[in-house]
Each structure stands twice: as C-alpha cells, then as structure tokens.
C-alpha cells in the first residue's frame, strides 16, 4: 500500500481525531477532548488555513496545518502515527508548510510544541528551528507545558 498526502476535508475529522488520541495515548496524562479543548478538529479543512493529511490504505496516518498570524505562519497538529515515523514523513510535512509559507509571501513559521514530545523538537532543531526562551502553559486537561520554536526561511 501507497502513501498519499492530500489536502484534508472536514470528513477526515474522524480519522485525524483518532491519530491524535492513539499518539496521546504513547504519553502519561495525555487526554485528548475534542469538544471542550479541540473543536477545531471536528471541521479541520475548515478550521486552519492549510490542513494536510498523509493517508495509507484509506486511513489518515499522518497530519500538519498552518494559519497565518500576523507576519509568519503557525505551523500546527503535525502528528504521524507511530508505523510511520522515522521514514521522512515529519521533515516532507514540514517541507508543505514552508513551501506554503513562501507562496504566500511569508518568511517566517513558529510554533509551539508539547514538552513531553521530545523526539519531534530533535527533527525540528534539525531542520532549523529554533527552541527560543518562550514556554507557554495551556491549563488544559493534560496540564501541557508547550516550547516555543521558530524559524526564518
């Protein structure tokens, strides 16, 4: 079976909200709900400026979204399900966003990520970004700390 990354439409709401739950439950304290904290999730093309999926076998294993804030981009919900990491798929994902961000004029992407996410801040000091001081608390059910990265094109 192939891989596909496509845009996403809002009917993939199902299976993006699913990814991220499997990937919240790799971590200790992780909750994920929807309703209360993630609504956003439930129209995802919808909901952000660019959202894309990576897709095998009529599943969405993979996903990434940006919004336009102010004079960069925020890159956002870049998840890949556990079979599919370590294959390039994070560094081609983010490789949307910047091709994105340069087509719309932008020079600039931040964003902000899970402290408990460890392997993912190493693909992305690897391709650039830098963690700054900034951490933000989000006072949400899974009591997350997030770092905040950013990098210039």
């Not at 370590?86 to 340069?102: C, N, P, S």
């Not at 899970?114 to 001081?133: I, K, N, P």
Request: net charge negative; proline share 1%.
């Amino acid at each position: 079976m192939s891989f596909i990354v496509r845009d996403a439409v809002d009917a993939d709401s199902e299976g993006v909200i699913r990814l991220i739950g499997d990937i919240f439950d790799e971590y200790d304290g992780m909750i994920l709900d929807v309703d209360r904290e993630e609504p956003e999730l439930r129209a995802p093309a919808s909901s952000f400026e660019r959202f894309w999926v990576l897709e095998r076998g009529g599943a969405v294993c993979g996903s990434i979204a940006c919004t336009h804030e102010g004079d960069h981009l925020e890159l956002k919900k870049m998840y890949l399900a556990k079979g599919v990491r370590g294959q390039g798929w994070g560094r081609r994902f983010i490789g949307l966003v910047e091709d994105h961000a340069r087509a719309v004029g932008v020079s600039r992407i931040e964003m902000w990520s899970d402290t408990r996410f460890e392997t993912a801040h190493g693909v992305y000091a690897h391709l650039g970004y830098v963690r700054s001081l900034k951490t933000r608390d989000l006072h949400d059910l899974s009591n997350t700390t997030e770092y905040h990265f950013a990098k210039a094109l």
